[in-house]
């Protein structure tokens, strides 16, 4: 059984950063896609990013820039650096993790940009 644990959220002001990281229970190297997506209240879940096995990115609008991923294969880790947070990015993040068609889900971790 495929595990997913989000790690990182938190509350921050505005024009901050924050690091999620997403832990698998298994070798990261056996999913074909890991990333991140996120939801805000009264919307539905987007695509923030991901990372393919072969290192290639896909990005949500607009996000490429302030955020970058990056992931540790030694710790089984996919991490989301986010800078530049703005109030619009207050969502609950939740780590995906795809083999072939089979999509896996963490629990979700909530971001909420406010002063």
């Known amino acids: 059984q495929v595990r997913l644990v989000e790690l990182g959220g938190g509350l921050v002001e505005p024009g901050g950063s924050l690091k999620l990281s997403c832990v698998a229970s298994e070798n990261i190297f056996n999913f074909n896609e890991m990333g991140w997506y996120r939801q805000a209240p009264g919307k539905e879940r987007e695509l923030v990013a991901t990372?393919?096995?072969?290192?290639?990115?896909r990005w949500g609008d607009s996000l490429k820039g302030r955020f970058t991923i990056s992931r540790d294969g030694a710790k089984k880790t996919v991490n989301l650096h986010m800078n530049s947070l703005r109030p619009e990015d207050t969502a609950v993040y939740y780590c995906?993790?795809?083999?072939?068609?089979?999509?896996?889900w963490g629990q979700g971790t909530q971001v909420t940009v406010s002063s």
């Open positions: 995906n993790a795809r083999i072939l068609y089979r999509k896996y």
């Open positions: 990372i393919n096995v072969g290192g290639n990115e």
